[in-house]
T-cell receptor, first 113, second 109 residues
Framework: EAGVTQFPSHSVIEKGQTVTLRCDPI?????LYWYRRVMGKEIKFLLH????????ESGMPNNRFLAERTGGTYSTLKVQPAELEDSGVYFC???????????FGAGTRLSVL | LAKTTQPISMDSYEGQEVNITCSHN???????ITWYQQFPSQGPRFIIQ???TKVTNEVASLFIPADRKSSTLSLPRVSLSDTAVYYC??????????FGAGTQVVVTP
C-alpha cells in the first residue's frame, strides 16, 4: 500500500512568486494534516482536514496560505506570494479516523530566495 | 494541547537498551501518547502509541504510569540505524500534534 506522497520534494522560488504543494494521503484516510518546520525550529501544525472540510486551521500563519482538499482526496497548499520566512519543510500526514495513527510524508522542502 | 518535556539528547552504544522519558504533566483524559522517529530529510515515522500501562510492539515498548504524567519509550538493543530524533507527542490522536524539540539519540559502535 502506498504511503503519504508529497510533490515536489524540493521547490526553489523567488520572493513574491507562487508555489503549490501537493499531498496525496493514504487511500481511504479521511483525515489530512499539514505541518511545517521553518528555519530549524520545531515542527508546527498548520491545519487539519476531515474529508474535504477544514476541521482546524488554527495554525495557518496568514492569508498568504491557502489549503484545499477537493473531493476529500489529495490536498494542495498554495503560498501566494511567497516570502523569505516561508522557507522550510512542509509535511503532510493522514490518518483513518479517531484514535488512528498519523502517517507522514517525506515532506516538501521550500526555498524562497 | 499538553506540553511535553524530553531530554535534548542521549548517547548509547550498539546493543544497549535506550530509555527516553517524556514528561506531560497537563495530559488530558482523552489524550493518547504517541512516539515518532525521524531521520534527516524524512518525515516522522510512527513507533508506538499508548493510553495507559504498557504497550509493546516489534520495535519498542511504551511504559505509562497510572497518573499518565510521564511516559518512557524503551528501545531494546539499539543499532547504528536507530540514530535519529525521537518525538513524544500528546493529544487526541485524530487531532493536531504539538511537536517539541525531540530527543536526538546517537548510537555508536
Amino acid at each position: 500500500e502506498a504511503g503519504v506522497t508529497q510533490f515536489p520534494s524540493h521547490s526553489v522560488i523567488e520572493k513574491g512568486q507562487t508555489v503549490t504543494l501537493r499531498c496525496d494521503p493514504i487511500s481511504g484516510h479521511d483525515n489530512l494534516y499539514w505541518y511545517r518546520r521553518v528555519m530549524g525550529k520545531e515542527i508546527k501544525f498548520l491545519l487539519h482536514f476531515v474529508k474535504e472540510s477544514k476541521q482546524d486551521e488554527s495554525g495557518m500563519p496568514n492569508n498568504r496560505f491557502l489549503a484545499e482538499r477537493t473531493g476529500g482526496t489529495y490536498s494542495t497548499l498554495k503560498v501566494q506570494p511567497a516570502e523569505l520566512e516561508d522557507s522550510g519543510v512542509y509535511f503532510c500526514a493522514s490518518s483513518q479516523g479517531a484514535h488512528s495513527i498519523q502517517y507522514f510524508g517525506a515532506g516538501t522542502r521550500l526555498s524562497v530566495l | 494541547l499538553a506540553k511535553t518535556t524530553q531530554p535534548i539528547s542521549m548517547d548509547s552504544y550498539e546493543g544497549q537498551e535506550v530509555n527516553i522519558t517524556c514528561s506531560h504533566n497537563n495530559i488530558a483524559t482523552n489524550d493518547y501518547i504517541t512516539w515518532y522517529q525521524q531521520f534527516p530529510s524524512q518525515g516522522p515515522r510512527f513507533i508506538i502509541q499508548g493510553y495507559k500501562t504498557k504497550v509493546t510492539n516489534e520495535v519498542a515498548s511504551l511504559f505509562i504510569p497510572a497518573d499518565r504524567k510521564s511516559s518512557t519509550l524503551s528501545l531494546p538493543r539499539v543499532s547504528l540505524s536507530d540514530t535519529a530524533v525521537y518525538y513524544c507527542l500528546v493529544g487526541e490522536s485524530w487531532g493536531k500534534f504539538q511537536f517539541g524539540a525531540g530527543t536526538q539519540v546517537v548510537v555508536t559502535p
